[in-house]
């Protein structure tokens, strides 16, 4: 048996180095868990100070190692963005499960002024 705090929930995502400039401590996040239409909000809480290369030899400064898919092109390396959720909704998604999560900047943005093409063209931004 496990024992997990209640309100301690997070999400770990693991954001490409070449979009990690609009990533900041404290900058509101947008979490969407794959398959599911509720959007969850949450803050960016931390940016890892550093990974390792998984096809390097051992790394033993504690630093995270993320795996690349292919080992014959290079890929953006993946950084690990800690989010602290804004509301716990218990434990609806198990951990390790797939999200989108978008990284609004300082402040949420506020969909109520945005046109049918805005919406339509952040959602599309979600899926790459």
Do not use: C, H
């Not at 609009?22 to 969850?40: K, Q």
């Not at 051992?58 to 630093?63: L, R």
């Not at 014959?72 to 218990?90: C, E, F």
């Amino acid at each position: 048996m496990a024992l997990v705090k209640e309100g301690s929930f997070y999400v770990m995502a693991y954001m490409e180095e070449t979009k990690l400039e609009g990533v900041r401590p404290g900058y509101r996040a947008e979490i969407t868990p794959l398959g599911g239409s509720v959007v969850l909000k949450g803050t960016v809480n931390s940016v890892a100070a550093g990974v390792t290369n998984a096809s390097s030899s051992n790394d033993a400064k504690g630093m995270a190692t993320v795996d690349s898919n292919l080992e014959w092109v290079r890929l953006a390396q993946r950084v690990p963005v800690r989010i602290q959720l804004d509301q716990q909704r218990g434990n609806l998604w198990p951990a390790g499960t797939t999200a989108t999560v978008v990284i609004t900047g300082a402040k949420d943005r506020d969909e109520r002024q945005m046109t049918f093409f805005q919406k339509l063209a952040l959602r599309l931004r979600e899926f790459g």
